[in-house]
């Protein structure tokens, strides 16, 4: 069965430094989303992308933010410079129409020290 | 703006009996009302969808209800397993594609 699948599986970063996320969707979806948790609290959404434009972004999802489908597979979330607070759970998440499940990839642990 | 309450942050029942889980929002009905189970370190994964005009859903053991004039959402396994021990979280969708907005889910633990 397809999945979504992210690397790398864990990233650790010094503050400032920027990093990259990559997910690859399943390969007949058509939305693509980021969402974050921090340790021990919710799921919170960041971004949601659509023929080839964000569709809709959260209050977290600032300029320090930016996403990317640069070919036909990959879907990137990265990050400028992080902070503390950066440290989370990234998880990409696909669907193939509207008004549908998303299947959300393993996710990437993203450590900020 | 929206707040999502899942009945309780931890749920213990022993196996074979059924798990009911409770998700309660406030202001308006979402269109559709999702269910995930995640394991910890994982990714959520889909359960069930129900629809703002539908009453129940059932797959399998599991069975949702979405009451929008209580403006509540039940999660029910039956027959439970200790392989069903997972977080549980309730999500609402206000339109096709847009973000999920999830709860901070409930812990359930089966003991045998």
């Known amino acids: 069965e397809p999945e979504v699948t992210q690397t790398p599986s864990h990233q650790v970063t010094q503050m400032g430094q920027e990093v990259i996320l990559r997910c690859v969707p399943i390969s007949n979806h058509l939305y693509f989303y980021w969402y974050r948790q921090i340790l021990g609290q919710k799921v919170e959404f960041l971004v949601s992308f659509y023929n080839n434009e964000i569709s809709e972004k959260s209050e977290i999802f600032d300029d320090q933010f930016s996403v990317e489908r640069p070919d036909g597979s990959n879907f990137t979330l990265k990050i400028r410079s992080t902070k503390l607070e950066d440290s989370a759970m990234y998880f990409c998440?696909?669907?193939?129409?509207?008004?549908?499940?998303?299947?959300f990839g393993p996710g990437t642990r993203l450590t900020v020290l | 703006s929206q707040k999502i309450e899942q009945n309780s942050e931890a749920l213990n029942i022993q196996e074979g009996k059924t798990a009911t889980l409770t998700c309660n929002y406030t202001n308006y009905s979402p269109a559709y009302l999702q269910w995930y189970r995640q394991d910890p370190g994982r990714g959520p994964v889909f359960l069930l969808l129900?629809?703002?005009?539908?009453k129940e859903k059932r797959k399998e053991r599991l069975k949702v209800t979405f009451d929008t004039t209580l403006k509540q959402s039940l999660f029910h396994i039956t027959a439970s397993q200790p392989a069903d021990s997972a977080t549980y979280l309730c999500?609402?969708?206000?339109?096709?594609?847009?973000?999920?907005?999830f709860g901070k889910g409930t812990t359930l633990s089966v003991s045998s």
């Open positions: 129900i629809r703002e005009n539908e």
């Open positions: 998440a696909s669907s193939e129409t509207l008004g549908t499940s998303g299947d």
């Open positions: 999500a609402l969708q206000y339109q096709a594609g847009t973000a999920l907005i």
